[in-house]
């Protein structure tokens, strides 16, 4: 009786946690697969006509005239934004690594100050602190004044509208989720390990090299995951930042489900996405298995 | 009391989009209308007048109103779409019909918007505005004639690069088919790659494709020509006036948006007090007031601010033709994706 009572407890503990799964991950994952391999509706919406349609668009394009050819344009944007993203997560990592070994070196009172410090940008809208951006970075904004100013330039820097705008407001937006699983792994960090190597006389150079980096490689790989897969589909930063001149693989689905009446096509794209996001995860984790093998030698 | 019920609802659909499950309860009315598009002091008057509590929910085109009417889970009264959205509607059910003929002030929609080809017998709608969509200029930048596409499309020197459009392909697509003299809707491929030309030719002088902010980079002078409503554009005049708005001899883009109540509204009868309301011509005019668009009841310029009434923006020189846009087969659509694709990829 009390075993049975053990298991249905058991059983309500989990209850939740499959509720999330069932209900915010698997169906909605499902109707998307089934979505992807349907027809698109003439005004938006699907009809339940089987098609692979939407997958081969992919990579062969109709043109303007019908003929069928090879097209590189879905490409061309899925490796640019493959690109933005890796400019996050190094420009992420640049600032964020010292930033985590700064505040895991203080005493523990300020180090808590310092975290809310960090977290503090997420109180407020990201639309709005991204337009803020603009009001600093546009040919009449706050840099360009103080510059026209002090007399430094007559003609205003183009800094709105730039690809480098964009990598600003992404690792503006995202370095926050660098810094704090760095902070994480360094704060374990044991540091008789630090004052060994240095007895050894390495100098702090190869300390941070040999000693520091490895062992904070863990938050170092899942700052990148959390930087790489939202930057990814990003789409606030190039559009306002960058000026929209051209697609992002976010805006390419949501124009899917708006202007271009395509669900089937966006449904396969979002599939897509999700594989080599998917795929890249394993490379990651296969990767840091082995490096853990390596520790143990 | 009921001040805490209707802060609930706000913040439920405009924080969840939860209107849907909210059941219908006696005297309310869920409003559906494009971004900045509504007057708060109508939507006051209404609830003074009527003891009606009206939640405003908003979208940022017709395709996002089409989907989200197309998803079932609304629970809207009234939607406010383009007119060319308005076939698209009717033939796949997602309105109901209003008999508008027989409602009260039916007789004052003035008579080139009365039963349009869009919904004949005005079955189905009423007009909220009309307005035309062109671009606008500022003239302290540029001091030449501003009425012609070229400044827009192939601009000259002192404007290169400094022009934006609106990120939307209808908008964009059909604002190069008035200026290239070629019709709405095209499904010919030879057509449509001219219109992709014009484009492509254009965008080493674009400086952003963006639907939102267009009043604020105007003023600010992030840019000197901006693709525009002819209402926004007046509202932008009004902080900087050396803007004007551009009336090409080819024509400008038209549109007329309507009333009408989602197939399935809650408050079906609240919906139609609120059709009448927005017959009266004092009552448009607030809106009118507000938004800076001209609208289809007559006798409402007896109530509309000085300066609208006869704002250059409100009023296209004579022979200035008004394209209104039409609702595009699935083909046409088709085409002006790939064009879109091809122009951002």
Redo the contacts between chains.
């Keep these: 009786m009390s075993d049975l009572l053990e298991r249905l407890r058991h059983y309500i503990g989990v209850l939740p946690a499959t509720f999330m799964i069932v209900v915010f991950m698997l169906a909605p994952l499902t109707i998307i697969f089934v979505y992807s391999f349907l027809t698109p509706g ?4 699907v009809k339940f006509e089987f098609s692979t349609e939407a997958y081969t668009q992919l990579l062969f ?6 003929e069928v050819e090879f097209d590189t ?2 490409l ?2 899925a490796f640019r934004s493959i690109w933005v993203a890796t400019v996050a997560v190094l420009g992420s990592l640049a600032l964020g690594f010292p930033a985590a070994y700064y505040i895991a070196q203080q005493p523990e009172s300020r180090r808590n100050t310092l975290l809310l410090l960090i977290t503090i940008p997420f109180w407020t809208n990201l639309l709005i602190r991204t ?1 803020c951006w603009i009001l600093v970075l ?3 904004g706050l840099i360009n004044n103080l510059l026209i100013g002090l007399g430094l330039t007559d003609e205003p820097i183009t800094m ?2 730039t690809e480098g705008a964009i990598a600003l407001g992404l690792v503006y937006t995202y370095v926050p989720f660098m810094v704090l699983p760095i902070y994480a792994a360094l704060e374990r960090l044991d540091k008789r390990l630090i004052e060994a190597s240095r007895d050894l006389y390495a100098n702090r150079w190869t300390t941070l090299r040999h000693v520091t980096l490895p062992l904070a490689s863990p938050g170092i790989v899942a700052g990148a995951i959390l930087v790489f897969i939202p930057a990814l589909g990003a789409f606030i930063a190039p ?2 930042l960058g ?5 992002m693989l976010g805006s ?1 689905v949501q ?1 899917q ?6 669900w089937p096509f966006g449904s396969a794209l979002t599939m897509v996405i999700m594989s080599v996001v998917l795929i890249c995860l394993l490379l990651f984790a296969v990767n840091q298995r082995r490096n853990e093998g390596g520790f143990q030698h | 009391m009921s001040f805490n019920r209707k802060t609930l609802l706000g913040l439920a659909s405009a924080g969840l989009g939860l209107t849907a499950t909210i059941a219908s309860a006696d005297g309310e009315l869920q409003l559906y209308n494009w971004t900045d598009y509504t007057s708060p002091e109508l939507i006051e008057k209404f609830e003074t007048e009527t003891g009606i509590s009206v939640t405003v929910d908003t979208y940022d ?1 017709g ?2 109103l ?2 989200k009417l ?1 998803s079932g889970a609304a629970g809207y009264d009234i939607a406010i779409p383009t007119h060319n959205f308005v076939p ?1 509607l009717i033939s ?1 059910g997602l309105v109901q019909p209003i008999n508008a003929s027989e409602l009260e002030g039916y007789d004052r929609i003035v008579p080139n918007l009365a039963s349009p080809w869009w919904d004949e017998g005005n079955v189905y709608s009423i007009p909220w505005h009309w307005g035309t969509t062109s671009f606008t200029v500022d003239t302290a930048v540029y001091s030449g004639d501003v009425d012609d596409y070229d400044v827009i499309f192939n601009p000259p020197e002192e404007l290169a690069g400094q022009i934006a459009m609106f ?4 908008e964009v697509i059909t604002m190069a088919q008035v200026a290239l003299g070629l019709p709405f809707c095209s499904e010919d ?1 030879n057509e ?2 001219q219109v ?1 030309d014009l484009l492509m030719g254009q ?1 080493p002088h ?5 639907s939102d ?1 267009i009043l604020e980079r105007l003023v ?3 840019v000197s020509v901006h693709q525009n409503w002819n209402g926004y554009s007046l509202l932008a005049r009004k902080e900087k006036p050396s803007l004007q708005y551009a009336f090409p001899e080819e024509g400008v883009v038209a549109w007329a948006d309507s009333l009408v109540v989602p197939k399935g509204a809650p408050n079906y009868d609240n919906a139609i007090t609120f059709i009448e309301f927005m017959l009266e011509p004092e009552n448009i005019a607030i809106q009118s007031n507000s938004s800076g668009y001209a609208n289809g009841v007559t006798g409402s310029e007896a109530f509309m601010d000085e300066g609208l009434k006869d704002a250059a923006e409100l009023s296209p020189p004579e022979g200035t033709p008004l394209k209104f846009i039409e609702s595009c087969s ?1 083909k046409a ?1 088709e ?8 122009l ?2």
Excluded: C, H
């Design positions: 003439d005004y938006g919406g394009q109709k043109n303007l005239f019908d344009s879905y061309t944007i337009y546009r040919d009449t709105l509208y559009d306002l000026g929209g001149k051209k697609l390419l124009l489900f708006s202007a271009a009446r395509d | 085109s395709e996002t089409l989907a197309q698209i796949e990120k939307s392909p209808d491929p449509m790659q992709l965008k674009v400086k952003t494709y963006n902010g600010s002078g992030d699935p659509v085409l002006q994706n790939r064009v879109w694709t091809a951002l990829k």
